[in-house]
């Protein structure tokens, strides 16, 4: 399964809104989970099931499905929030995406 | 904390071989499935395989089958990832993490192994 993120970029400003996409070539069943990886760092996971926040993930960070499409929101971004996003499907197989950078 | 202590980074040259390591720490290793992921520089993850210490029931990504293995010592619960001959286009970030099943989300990660070649 081949899982496709957008934008490669987002640039917003510190308390706005960020919308990150994240599309698989097949259906996936909500079984798709978001993780945030800061320069240096491993990844931590932050949504599972599509939308179900781990344990620490704050609540301005959400996850959604529409159609085949998944999302990830941020309202109110934070300057710790600047860093990559990667989304990862585990229906079929286990695949990521080619991550969004939010700066 | 659950953590997933990997062994230093490492400097090597074409041909010769490697083996990094990814140890459990608060928590007994043989309970979950470890996984291997792959970063090449400025790149997105890559799944590599991932292993079950209580059986070592393994699996690798099709991309990867027959470049490494995967590997567990049961008893200093660490799990290995071994190329028998590194190429320049090896050199990556390596990580493990820790999944309940062989398809499903990473709950902890390591901090990664930087390999070299």
């Known amino acids: 399964i081949v899982v496709t993120q957008s934008p490669a970029t987002l640039s917003v400003s510190p308390g706005e809104r960020a919308t990150l996409s994240c599309r698989a070539s097949?259906?996936?069943?909500?079984?798709l989970a978001w993780y945030q990886q800061k320069p240096g760092q491993a990844p931590r996971l932050l949504i599972y099931?599509?939308?179900t926040r781990a344990a620490g993930t704050p609540a301005r960070f959400t996850g959604s499905v529409s159609g085949t499409e998944y999302t990830l929101t941020i309202t109110s971004l934070q300057s710790e929030d600047f860093a990559v996003y990667h989304c990862?499907?585990?229906?079929?197989?286990?695949?990521f995406g080619g991550g969004t950078k939010v700066e | 904390e659950v953590q997933l202590v990997q062994s230093g980074a490492e400097v090597k040259k074409p041909g010769e071989s490697l083996k990094i390591s990814c140890k459990g720490s608060?928590?007994?290793?043989?309970?979950?499935?470890i996984a291997w992921v792959r970063q090449m520089p400025g790149r997105g993850l890559e799944w590599m395989g991932i292993?079950?210490?209580?059986?070592?029931?393994?699996r690798y990504s099709p991309s990867f089958q027959g470049q490494v293995t995967i590997s567990v010592d049961k008893s200093t619960t660490t799990a290995y990832l071994r190329w028998a001959s590194l190429r320049a286009s090896d050199t990556a970030m390596y990580y493990c993490?820790?999944?309940?099943?062989?398809?499903?989300?990473?709950?902890?990660w390591g901090r990664g192994t930087l390999v070299t070649v």
């Open positions: 993490a820790r999944s309940v099943g062989p398809e499903y989300h990473f709950d902890s």
């Open positions: 608060d928590y007994h290793l043989s309970t979950y499935w």
């Open positions: 292993i079950y210490p209580g059986d070592s029931d393994t």
């Open positions: 097949e259906i996936v069943s909500g079984n």
């Open positions: 099931g599509t939308s």
């Open positions: 990862q499907q585990y229906n079929r197989g286990v695949t």
